[in-house]
């Protein structure tokens, strides 16, 4: 059971974590994951992948770039950490 890779796990651990780069290294902005979905999304199977909607907010264009870029960043530590690999796929944007 060690070497199972459970997508659910990697996603808390950037849920946190996006948590954490908004209220210590970013003050000025707002960044939540508003939206998880599981695959397969039963409750007695580790889920595969993990669909996250993450959104963001910065006063200006370069420190919502920068927020972005730090995000991201982690969110590949933490797929990483867990085994998992990561897709990004861009919803939308528009500037501040």
């Given at each position: 059971?060690?070497?199972?890779?459970?997508?659910?796990?990697?996603?808390?651990?950037?849920?946190?974590?996006?948590?954490?780069?908004?209220?210590?290294?970013f003050?000025e902005?707002?960044?939540?994951?508003?939206?998880?979905?599981?695959?397969?999304?039963?409750?007695?199977?580790?889920?595969?992948?993990?669909?996250?909607?993450?959104?963001?907010?910065?006063?200006?264009?370069?420190?919502?770039?920068?927020?972005?870029?730090r995000?991201?960043?982690?969110?590949?530590?933490?797929?990483?950490?867990?085994?998992?690999?990561?897709?990004?796929?861009?919803?939308?944007?528009?500037?501040?």
């Amino acid at each position: 059971m060690a070497d199972r890779r459970d997508a659910a796990q990697g996603a808390s651990a950037f849920t946190l974590a996006v948590r954490e780069i908004a209220t210590k290294d970013f003050v000025e902005c707002v960044a939540n994951v508003g939206d998880a979905r599981f695959v397969p999304g039963a409750l007695n199977i580790v889920p595969a992948q993990v669909a996250l909607v993450l959104e963001m907010r910065a006063p200006d264009e370069a420190t919502l770039e920068e927020l972005e870029r730090r995000l991201l960043a982690r969110a590949q530590v933490e797929a990483e950490q867990f085994g998992l690999a990561l897709e990004v796929e861009r919803l939308g944007g528009h500037g501040p």
